[in-house]
C-alpha cells in the first residue's frame, strides 16, 4: 500500500472538496519546498491558483498560471501519484482556451476536478474529508 504525503492529499481535499484554491496554493507550496521544488508539484500548484485567480476576476493571471502549470504537468506520464494527471491537463488547456476567449464567449466560472484512480490515495483523502470535519 502506497502511503502518500498528508499535504500532498491535503491539496487533493481543498481541490476537489473544499473548492479553495487559495488554501490549495499554501499546502502544496510547503509540500513543493519540502521536497526539493519538484516540477510536478508546482504545476498543480499552478493549476489551482489558475482558478483562485480566475474566481477572483483576474483572467491574466488565471491565464498565466493555468499556462505555466499546463508547461510542467504536460511532460509527465500518467497516472501518477494516483491521479488521471492527463486528465487534469486536458481539461486545463480547455479551460486556457474558453479564458483566452472570454470576451467574445463569455462563461461563468467552473471548477476542475482532479481524478483519483488509486484506491489507496482514495481512502486516504476519505480519511482527510473525517479529519477536516
Given at each position: 500500500m502506497q502511503g502518500y504525503d498528508r499535504l500532498y492529499v491535503?491539496?487533493?481535499?481543498?481541490?476537489?472538496?473544499?473548492?479553495?484554491?487559495?488554501?490549495c496554493h499554501e499546502v502544496m507550496e510547503e509540500l513543493w519546498l519540502e521536497e526539493g521544488r519538484k516540477p510536478l508539484y508546482q504545476g498543480l500548484l499552478q493549476i489551482a491558483v489558475g482558478l483562485y485567480h480566475h474566481w477572483n476576476g483576474n483572467v491574466g493571471g488565471s491565464i498565466k498560471l493555468f499556462?505555466?502549470?499546463?508547461?510542467?504537468?504536460?511532460?509527465?506520464?500518467?497516472p501518477i501519484l494516483g491521479i488521471?494527471?492527463?486528465?487534469?491537463?486536458?481539461?486545463?488547456?480547455?479551460?486556457?482556451?474558453?479564458l483566452l476567449n472570454i470576451t467574445t464567449e463569455p462563461f461563468e466560472f467552473y471548477d476542475l476536478n482532479i481524478s483519483v484512480l488509486d484506491p489507496n490515495l482514495?481512502?486516504?483523502l476519505a480519511a482527510a474529508i473525517l479529519r477536516h470535519g
Amino acid at each position: 500500500m502506497q502511503g502518500y504525503d498528508r499535504l500532498y492529499v491535503d491539496f487533493i481535499y481543498y481541490f476537489n472538496i473544499e473548492r479553495d484554491y487559495f488554501e490549495c496554493h499554501e499546502v502544496m507550496e510547503e509540500l513543493w519546498l519540502e521536497e526539493g521544488r519538484k516540477p510536478l508539484y508546482q504545476g498543480l500548484l499552478q493549476i489551482a491558483v489558475g482558478l483562485y485567480h480566475h474566481w477572483n476576476g483576474n483572467v491574466g493571471g488565471s491565464i498565466k498560471l493555468f499556462s505555466q502549470g499546463i508547461d510542467k504537468l504536460q511532460h509527465f506520464a500518467s497516472p501518477i501519484l494516483g491521479i488521471d494527471l492527463a486528465k487534469i491537463v486536458e481539461e486545463s488547456r480547455v479551460y486556457v482556451q474558453k479564458l483566452l476567449n472570454i470576451t467574445t464567449e463569455p462563461f461563468e466560472f467552473y471548477d476542475l476536478n482532479i481524478s483519483v484512480l488509486d484506491p489507496n490515495l482514495e481512502e486516504q483523502l476519505a480519511a482527510a474529508i473525517l479529519r477536516h470535519g
